[in-house]
């Protein structure tokens, strides 16, 4: 039997600004946005490659999960994105805008650098040690 795991939602405030964080900074490929009625889409999204996981773009629809939004894991990181090239994302991403909190630092297990969604989500950029 094998499993992998598919899709990790994660609350946004809006769609298409989120769509436009994960596509136009991060680079992501926009896997789809169908329209599902009552102000709800489904927005799927996944890295270049799409070697992993696809994150599903919920729109937080109470004043509970929009309490959440940003802080899905209580100040930790979360989500872990993996590079073939840190250094070159790294830079790309800074060029875009996206915000490191702090700077790139080697690790037994690879080079690694923290940064914020638009949200506050933290993630990991990571080009683990093979």
């Known amino acids: ?23 136009d900074r991060l680079g992501f490929n926009l896997v789809a946005d169908t329209e599902l009625g009552g102000d709800k889409r489904w927005v799927l999204v996944a ?4 070697r ?3 994150i599903l773009l919920a729109k937080a629809d109470d004043a509970e999960q929009l309490a959440r939004v940003g802080d899905q ?9 993996n590079s073939d090239n840190f ?6 991403f800074s060029e875009r805008g996206v915000k490191f909190l702090e700077e790139p630092r080697h ?17 990991d950029l990571i080009q683990p040690k093979r």
């Open 87 to 92: 250094a070159k994302d790294h830079a790309l």
């Open 52 to 54: 992993g996981a696809e």
């Open 107 to 123: 690790e037994p297990y690879g080079s690694v650098a923290v940064f914020e969604d638009l949200y506050g989500n933290r993630w």
């Open 47 to 50: 890295p270049r490659g799409n």
């Open 1 to 23: 039997m094998s499993q992998t795991i598919a899709t990790v939602a994660l609350l946004v405030k809006d769609y298409d600004e989120a769509i436009e964080f994960y596509c």
């Open 73 to 81: 894991m209580g100040g930790r990181v979360g989500f872990f994105l």
